[in-house]
């Protein structure tokens, strides 16, 4: 069975820091774009991924707001994707998502996802 697990959410101060894990198993993770998504309180998940990294060839895709601050990174032997943020701020309070998609797209869209975890809750405090 296809399966994606986030981990390493949590409760942080503005400017502080935390490291998010996806772990995958049940496809060939070599040959998928895994994306990270996020759903803030109250509003839908967004449309584009903020983060994401073809495991193919490992082109990167951020959105302009974490641009600098969020760093995403592959490891294929672990079949492990992990999102480093740095400088967070409380505009970055919400559930983060990772997905895998079959093809590269320089939007990351979500409607190319075609795997979803079930998230892992990031709460930044002022």
């Known amino acids: 069975d296809v399966q994606l697990v986030e981990s390493g959410g949590g409760l942080v101060q503005a400017g502080g820091s935390l490291r998010l894990s996806c772990a995958a198993s049940?496809?060939?993770?070599?040959?998928?774009?895994i994306g990270w998504f996020r759903q803030a309180p109250g509003k839908e998940r967004e449309r584009e991924g903020v983060a994401c990294i073809s495991n193919v060839d490992g082109r990167t895709r951020y959105a302009d707001s974490v641009k600098g601050r969020l760093t995403i990174s592959s490891d294929n032997t672990r079949n492990t994707v992990y999102l480093q943020m740095d400088n967070l701020k409380p505009d970055d309070t919400a559930v983060y998502y990772c997905?895998?998609?079959?093809?590269?797209?320089?939007?990351?869209?979500?409607?190319?996802?075609?795997?979803w975890g079930r998230g892992t809750q990031v709460t930044v405090s002022s």
């Open positions: 049940g496809f060939t993770f070599a040959d998928f774009t």
């Open positions: 997905g895998a998609a079959a093809v590269w797209s320089r939007k990351c869209p979500s409607e190319y996802i075609g795997y």
